[in-house]
């Protein structure tokens, strides 16, 4: 594993790699020839660091390239395409941060590609055709609203409903005015055209928390295993509909979550509501895997 390294996060691979492979070039010659000796291909992390150290017969030298900054990028590389003359390689320095360089095998020249070309030099495995068709298949997994937080740190990937929570309850902290959205989500929640949290009774933050005491002091008179259907009619009367729960104990959580939420937002209670708000109705399984020129896996058939 590559150790202690005087490359800086804020160079680039594609900066930084020429220079580290002059200095091994030697080496590096002898590895990427047995990179592209098989042809076309898509190797995975294991392959490329066999390959490397098949290519050196001194130990020492095989130590001191893996300890250095070449070491730090086979190690970081997640997969690379086999075209020869040129290796492709996705390198993910960090959580969340990829970087991706084409590498000449014979020259050992360096450019930086975009994420479309790496994925186009993948497909180009299977279908060169495919790959060149200005039709072909696209999917863009960023974020639609232009407005929705993104999350910057590394430490924050993985973490994103925490993440949106925090987000979320520091904006309704700064004020009653705020809450105004989710009461606009609130009333906005439908499946099919039926209302689902709250009805337009409850067109204002003020009535909507009175409704919830109400509410609550309500059920928690009731058996904690009295059915909805059973105060169905009473929650309507106070602007309430059916998503908050299927008995009286989950209805009484559910309200007391928004309670807090609107009393003082804070992440746990907000990540608590949201957690238990009816928003999930039906689930489609695509896969897009078989489109990125993997094998034996569900999507496109790779013959």
Not at 4 to 30: E, G, T
Not at 124 to 147: P, Q, R, T, V
Not at 151 to 170: A, D, E, Y
Not at 287 to 296: D, I, M, V, W
Request: proline share 5%.
């Amino acid at each position: 594993m590559a150790a202690s390294l005087s490359f800086k996060r804020s160079d680039s691979i594609a900066d930084s790699m020429p220079d580290a492979l002059r200095q091994s070039r030697y080496q590096m010659k002898r590895c990427f020839a047995r990179y592209i000796s098989k042809g076309k291909r898509l190797m995975k992390n294991q392959n490329l660091m066999d390959e490397l150290a098949k290519s050196i017969d001194d130990k020492v030298e095989k130590d001191k390239l893996m300890e250095g900054f070449l070491g730090y990028i086979i190690c970081s590389t997640q997969e690379a395409v086999v075209l020869p003359p040129f290796v492709a390689f996705a390198v993910r320095t960090n959580p969340g941060i990829w970087e991706y360089v084409k590498v000449q095998a014979e020259d050992l020249s360096v450019e930086e590609i975009t994420p479309s070309e790496y994925l186009k030099y993948k497909e180009s495995l299977y279908d060169e055709n495919w790959a060149k068709d200005d039709n072909a298949l696209e999917i863009d997994f960023g974020a639609l609203d232009l407005s929705t937080p993104r999350i910057t740190l590394p430490s924050s990937i993985g973490n994103g409903l925490q993440f949106v929570s925090r987000f979320m309850s520091s904006t309704l902290a700064d004020g009653p005015d705020n809450m105004k959205p989710l009461l606009d989500y609130l009333l906005a929640l439908n499946y099919r055209g039926e209302k689902l949290m709250i009805n337009d009774m409850l067109d204002t933050v003020n009535k909507l928390q009175t409704a919830l005491l109400l509410a609550e002091v309500f059920v928690s008179g009731l058996p904690r295993n009295t059915p909805y259907q059973k105060f169905e009619q009473r929650f309507q009367e106070w602007g309430l509909e059916k998503g908050w729960g299927d008995t009286a104990e989950h209805v009484k959580e559910t309200l007391n979550s928004l309670s807090e939420v609107l009393q003082a937002p804070d992440p746990v209670n907000l990540e608590k509501f949201f957690s238990r708000v009816p928003t999930i109705f039906n689930i489609v399984i695509f896969s897009p895997h078989g489109y990125f020129g993997q094998e034996n896996v569900l999507g496109l058939p790779v013959l």
